[in-house]
């Protein structure tokens, strides 16, 4: 088999790299271990950039998350009892952020792959890639049985953080740059209406929370818990008490309680790898980095890397010139380095720290006062929160 490009990893880069291509009047074939079933209904984040969703829109595939995404003009900060709301419609001239869950984009863009018959492989086992810094890097694989060889131009590597991708790189040729939480989320989705028309991020003294949604009657909470808090300890009454303590404000507002439909706990860190690319290789999306989550910019940054990658490799294909593809990692890396500034800020500014003593409590505080009392200050949040420009 012999394609253009080849993708591993059907997530929000691998699709979306595809898709971009396919626009383009490039081949691909991508490669996914899991089966298509299982892509499309793990729970995960759920809020898109203004970037990402006109990003969506201009690639024909924005229709349904126009229709059932929900438009948010910004979010709420709560501490010492209080919710502040910032207007980032306001702030920013019109942009705004869109709550969407994570698997519809992916169902989305499966979508978009089948409509335009190209091809995707669920449930591939064994993958590995080869020859990454020569002329025709190749990506072995067995499908329903079959080993496979497929021989590309690029390799597309965007299988998240766990892939085979980035560790096919030559370990001399990369640089990590990590930072590790003493903390984790403890997420959930509930039965109920939410009681908020936008975001709630709380600052409390026994940790953070996050009041989201997903729907109309869907509500999406997490509570700050230990890295590795065990779930078993955590009763649906148990989780509902620690929520209404950190979340209820002086004027009463509270999440809405319901059924438990679905928990999880997912620890937190930032990374970044350096450099972006080896040879033909290049890494996309959590292969490349990851961002705490209280930022909401994992997919986002996603999709900002493929479309960076999608127009160097159209730039290549129609004049054989490689500058853009040569500068690939420079130019993701400069933006992807200010959102894991972003991510890092929000998250330090919103956690209870094990090492922190009441004068950084105090510190916290001072901080999210002068945030939510200074235009200057939440315009910086706001822009950052809907998205920086791609380049
Ligand atoms: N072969 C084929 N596919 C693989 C392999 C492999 N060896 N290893 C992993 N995969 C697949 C995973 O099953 C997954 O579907 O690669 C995909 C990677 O997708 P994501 O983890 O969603 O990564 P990405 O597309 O970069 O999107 C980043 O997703 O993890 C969230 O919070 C993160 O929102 C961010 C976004
Ligand atoms: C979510 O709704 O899953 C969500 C929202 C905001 C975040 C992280 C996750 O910062």
């Given at each position: 088999m012999r394609t253009q490009v080849g993708i591993v990893g059907a997530g929000p880069a691998g699709l979306m790299l595809a898709h971009l291509l396919h626009l383009q009047g490039i081949e691909s074939v991508v490669l996914e271990a899991r089966s298509r079933d299982y892509i499309e209904g793990r729970v995960r984040a759920g809020v898109l950039e203004q970037t990402t969703v006109d990003l969506m829109v201009q690639a024909g595939v924005g229709e349904r998350l126009q229709r059932q995404g929900l438009v948010h003009r910004g979010i709420y900060l709560s501490f010492s009892g209080r919710r502040h709301h910032i207007d980032m419609t306001e702030l920013t001239g019109g942009r705004s952020l869109t709550v969407y869950a994570q698997h519809e984009v992916i169902k989305d863009l499966v979508q978009a792959r089948l409509d335009a018959g190209g091809p995707i492989l669920f449930d591939v086992e064994d993958v590995s890639i080869h020859?990454?810094?020569?002329a025709r890097p190749k990506i072995r694989f067995r499908h329903q049985g079959q080993p496979q060889e497929l021989e590309c131009d690029f390799l597309g590597g965007c299988d998240g953080y766990h892939g085979i991708c980035r560790t096919a790189v030559p370990e001399k040729a990369l640089t990590a740059y990590e930072r590790h939480y003493p903390f984790g989320w403890l997420g959930i989705l509930a039965e109920a209406a939410p009681s908020s028309e936008e975001l709630v991020y709380t600052y409390h003294e026994r940790g953070f929370a996050l009041f989201s949604m997903r729907s109309p009657m869907v509500t999406r909470l997490y509570l700050q818990c230990a890295p590795d808090e065990d779930l078993a300890g955590w009763s649906d009454d148990r989780i509902w008490e620690e929520m209404m303590t950190r979340c209820t404000t002086r004027d009463g507002w509270a999440p809405k309680q319901g059924p438990v439909i679905q928990r999880g706990v997912t620890d937190m860190r930032s990374f970044v790898i350096e450099s972006m690319q080896y040879g033909r290789l290049f890494l996309a999306g959590d292969a490349a980095h990851i961002v705490p989550p209280t930022g909401a910019k994992g997919l986002n940054l996603a999709v900002a890397d493929v479309a960076v990658l999608a127009r160097a490799m159209a730039e290549f294909y129609r004049t054989g010139r490689r500058d853009l593809l040569d500068r690939y990692s420079e130019t993701c890396l400069r933006r992807v380095w200010k959102v894991q500034r972003f991510s890092w800020w929000m998250t330090s500014m919103l956690h209870r720290f094990t090492s922190d003593n009441d004068f950084d409590q105090r510190r916290q505080i001072a901080e999210l006062d002068y945030l939510t009392g200074s235009r200057a200050a939440m315009t910086s949040l706001a822009e950052n929160y809907v998205g920086l420009p791609l380049d």
């Open positions: 020859e990454i810094d020569g």
